[in-house]
Nanobody
Framework: QVQLQESGPGLVAPSQTLTLTCTVS??????????WHWFRQPPRKGLEWMGI???????GYHPPLKNRTSLFRDPSKNQFILHLNAVNLEDTAVYYC?????????????WGQGTQVTVSS
């Protein structure tokens, strides 16, 4: 089972681009048979799915975030990465990466511990 660790800037200014990385251990982001996801949880709200990099490499995004979000893998660092453009105060949240078993929707086998992101000027 893979282990995941998120990392990011902690604080980002409005209108800037947020970049978060999820470092993978115990498996390969390039070859492991998982789907790779990002979620977030804003203060006093539920968990929100943001997007997926499928095992095939295809990507999918939560429609409200689609125009601002991109996901990709960096096999050289064994990481998968989230870019969120033009952040605003509502993007303040704890961000999580997770792996899902292909063919078993909702079977999230590994989660990172989460990283806090605060959008503030």
């Amino acid at each position: 089972q893979v282990q995941l660790q998120e990392s990011g800037p902690g604080l980002v200014a409005p209108s800037q681009t947020l970049t978060l990385t999820c470092t993978v251990s115990g498996g390969s982001v390039a070859t492991s048979t998982y789907h790779w996801h990002w979620f977030r949880q804003p203060p006093r709200k539920g968990l929100e799915w943001m997007g997926i990099i499928a095992h095939s490499g295809d990507t999918g995004y939560h429609p409200p975030l689609k125009n601002r979000t991109s996901l990709f893998r960096d096999p050289s660092k064994n990481q998968f990465i989230l870019h969120l453009n033009a952040v605003n105060l509502e993007d303040t949240a704890v961000y999580y990466c997770a792996t899902e078993t292909p063919g078993v929707p909702g079977d999230f086998v590994s989660w990172g511990q989460g990283t806090q992101v605060t959008v503030s000027s």
